[in-house]
Protein backbone atom coordinates (compact mmCIF):
# COMPACT_ATOMS: atom_id res chain seq x y z
CA UNK A 1 0.00 0.00 0.00
CA UNK A 2 1.79 3.41 -1.15
CA UNK A 3 1.08 5.93 1.45
CA UNK A 4 -0.81 9.02 0.41
CA UNK A 5 -0.20 12.46 1.40
CA UNK A 6 -2.65 14.97 2.45
CA UNK A 7 -5.00 16.23 -0.06
CA UNK A 8 -4.50 19.91 1.18
CA UNK A 9 -2.12 22.44 2.76
CA UNK A 10 -4.85 22.54 5.60
CA UNK A 11 -4.90 18.91 5.87
CA UNK A 12 -1.30 18.73 6.35
CA UNK A 13 -1.50 21.71 8.91
CA UNK A 14 -4.30 19.84 11.04
CA UNK A 15 -2.10 16.81 11.22
CA UNK A 16 0.75 19.03 12.58
CA UNK A 17 -1.19 20.50 14.97
CA UNK A 18 -2.57 17.07 15.85
CA UNK A 19 0.90 15.81 16.29
CA UNK A 20 1.68 18.96 18.25
CA UNK A 21 -1.53 18.09 20.76
CA UNK A 22 -0.74 14.65 21.08
CA UNK A 23 2.66 15.15 22.04
CA UNK A 24 2.05 17.40 24.86
CA UNK A 25 -0.99 15.26 25.95
CA UNK A 26 1.35 12.16 26.42
CA UNK A 27 4.68 14.08 27.80
CA UNK A 28 2.89 16.73 30.01
CA UNK A 29 -0.77 16.94 30.25
CA UNK A 30 -1.93 15.91 33.80
CA UNK A 31 -4.83 13.99 32.25
CA UNK A 32 -5.52 10.38 33.57
CA UNK A 33 -4.10 7.83 32.79
CA UNK A 34 -1.41 9.93 31.58
CA UNK A 35 0.99 10.72 34.39
CA UNK A 36 0.65 6.99 35.75
CA UNK A 37 1.48 5.91 32.13
CA UNK A 38 4.42 7.89 32.02
CA UNK A 39 5.79 6.95 35.44
CA UNK A 40 5.41 3.24 34.75
CA UNK A 41 7.00 3.82 31.07
CA UNK A 42 9.94 5.45 32.78
CA UNK A 43 9.85 2.94 35.94
CA UNK A 44 10.85 0.20 32.73
CA UNK A 45 13.46 1.63 31.05
CA UNK A 46 14.68 3.29 33.59
CA UNK A 47 18.21 5.24 32.89
CA UNK A 48 18.17 5.02 29.23
CA UNK A 49 17.96 6.58 26.06
CA UNK A 50 14.34 5.48 25.50
CA UNK A 51 13.41 7.70 28.45
CA UNK A 52 14.10 10.51 26.18
CA UNK A 53 10.59 9.56 24.41
CA UNK A 54 8.98 10.87 27.69
CA UNK A 55 10.93 13.45 28.16
CA UNK A 56 11.82 15.10 24.77
CA UNK A 57 8.63 16.51 22.34
CA UNK A 58 11.21 16.21 19.77
CA UNK A 59 11.86 12.61 20.07
CA UNK A 60 8.32 11.49 20.61
CA UNK A 61 6.78 13.93 18.48
CA UNK A 62 8.58 11.49 15.60
CA UNK A 63 6.81 8.61 17.12
CA UNK A 64 3.61 10.29 17.28
CA UNK A 65 3.61 11.86 13.63
CA UNK A 66 4.21 8.34 12.87
CA UNK A 67 0.73 7.35 14.24
CA UNK A 68 -0.80 10.23 12.86
CA UNK A 69 0.14 9.04 9.65
CA UNK A 70 -0.65 5.44 10.56
CA UNK A 71 -4.11 6.84 11.49
CA UNK A 72 -4.76 9.14 8.02
CA UNK A 73 -4.07 5.51 6.22
CA UNK A 74 -5.65 2.75 8.45
CA UNK A 75 -9.02 5.13 9.17
CA UNK A 76 -9.12 7.81 6.29
CA UNK A 77 -12.92 8.73 7.11
CA UNK A 78 -12.59 9.01 11.00
CA UNK A 79 -9.16 10.35 11.31
CA UNK A 80 -9.97 13.58 9.82
CA UNK A 81 -12.59 14.68 12.69
CA UNK A 82 -9.96 13.09 15.38
CA UNK A 83 -7.44 15.29 13.62
CA UNK A 84 -9.63 18.77 13.51
CA UNK A 85 -10.73 18.33 17.36
CA UNK A 86 -6.65 17.82 18.54
CA UNK A 87 -5.91 20.73 16.24
CA UNK A 88 -8.47 22.55 17.82
CA UNK A 89 -7.30 21.51 21.37
CA UNK A 90 -4.04 22.97 20.52
CA UNK A 91 -5.21 26.25 18.74
CA UNK A 92 -7.19 26.94 21.69
CA UNK A 93 -4.33 26.07 24.55
CA UNK A 94 -2.24 28.31 22.66
CA UNK A 95 -4.66 30.93 22.11
CA UNK A 96 -5.71 30.83 26.04
CA UNK A 97 -1.74 31.45 27.09
CA UNK A 98 -1.89 34.65 25.18
CA UNK A 99 -5.02 35.85 26.28
CA UNK A 100 -4.19 35.09 30.07
Known amino acids: ?3 ERPSSAVEATVDALAVHRL ?3 VQDDEVWPMPELREAYLRRVGESRWADLASCPWCLSVWIAGGVVAARL ?3 RAWPWVARVLA ?3 VAGHLAQLSG
Open 1 to 3: MRP
Open 23 to 25: TRL
Open 74 to 76: LFP
Open 88 to 90: GSA
